[in-house]
């Protein structure tokens, strides 16, 4: 099995030579003031060496996988970085450069540099964000906890964590496949992270990340984690029934197999910090066979996903229309979270809430009478009847 260190490592791509190399030869077009003059969000003087890693893309590939990027403290690290003699030293090479010019000496010693800060970023992650056992619990190891520093009164009497179990509960996230910028998913199942893995790099050209518009998920439904889950299994299940190719095909299948047979987590972290969590998963055979490979339910919680997300669109329009977008935001809010209690039954139980569903009806009712809309029902209601 990888190391925390090798997964991090694989997470936090190398900058290329050919990369370097283009930076270079775009900065001497420009004076080095004109390069020092530029500052930070803050307003601090930037140094060459700041712009040199920002054209690279080094910041922006330290935080590729979105949620080991929410989940340390990226100014802390940054400060690493900069402390650190490998910094010094490529500030003072990039100075040197832009006074002469660059040779091909230059080029591979500068990689050697960066190479060098991008195994202090690592080395950062694994000793100061993970593993200090005294500190407890913190985001790296599981969305939504808490370290010992910020809620002492939520541990036990002598609950400890020793470092072997904070780097493997890191570990979790960083191999975590993630859809969109708030929710990973992961498996101790080894061979389903793998299938995941391959479709995210087939599909969409990531090695971790999946982008959920491509899945036609809506931004209502990416910032909640079940609604997530449900409409990537049906995306899953309709792609292995229109594609033709045999390789997607048995991808697919395998991984449909193994999400039934597995403990899922769900790491999700959205935007608002406080609402961030780690959602464990039983097997989810019962909810697959019953509502996902079963062509009829399918179809029935897809009619009630499609027309919910229709309804919301009209609403937003008739809302703009008559200057009324926050309230109807509010009121969006409320009726998704119903939904997101409504697809929880599913996904934990495969059974149905009938209170989120009465909650979901009521809503609609409320806002179509509101705003003059059509409240077409008979999606929910064909969910429950025949």
Known sequence: MSSLKDKLEEVIEEIRIDE????????????????????????????????FLEETGF????????????????????????????????????????KRGARLEDLKEIKSLVDCLRNKAVEYVVEVEVSRAEQGL??????????KSEGRNLYLPGEEYSRRL????ASRICSSIALGDSLGIFSENDKLMLD?????????????????????????????????????????VEELLSTDKAEIKALIESILNNLRVSTIS????????????????????????????SEESRAKIKALRDTLNNFIAAARRAAKREGKVREVENTIDLLMNNYEAFCRSLIEHGILDFYAMRRLMDVIIDVATKYDLRAYLRPLGSVVGP
């Open 166 to 169: 904070l780097n493997k509960l």
């Open 138 to 147: 913190r985001h790296i190891h599981a969305p939504g906890s808490v370290a």
């Open 266 to 293: 769900l790491f999700f972290m959205p935007p608002e910090e406080e609402k961030w969590s780690t959602i464990s998963l039983p097997r989810l055979d019962i909810f697959i066979d019953r509502w996902i490979l």
């Open 59 to 98: 910041n922006r590939k330290l935080r590729a996988h979105p949620l080991i990027g929410k989940a340390i403290n990226m100014g802390n690290l940054t400060q690493s970085i900069r402390r650190s003699e490998y910094y010094k030293k490529l500030n003072e090479k990039l100075s040197d450069i832009s």
């Open 196 to 236: 995941l893995k391959q479709l995210a790099l087939q599909g969409f050209g990531s090695r971790f990340r999946i982008e959920p518009r491509e899945l036609k998920i809506s931004r209502d439904e990416e910032n909640r984690p079940y609604a997530a889950l449900l409409a990537f299994l049906l995306w899953l």
């Open 20 to 51: 370097i190399q283009k930076v270079l030869e775009k900065a001497l077009e420009e004076k080095e003031e004109e390069q020092i003059k530029k500052r930070t969000a803050k307003g601090k003087l930037r140094t060459i060496a700041d712009n």
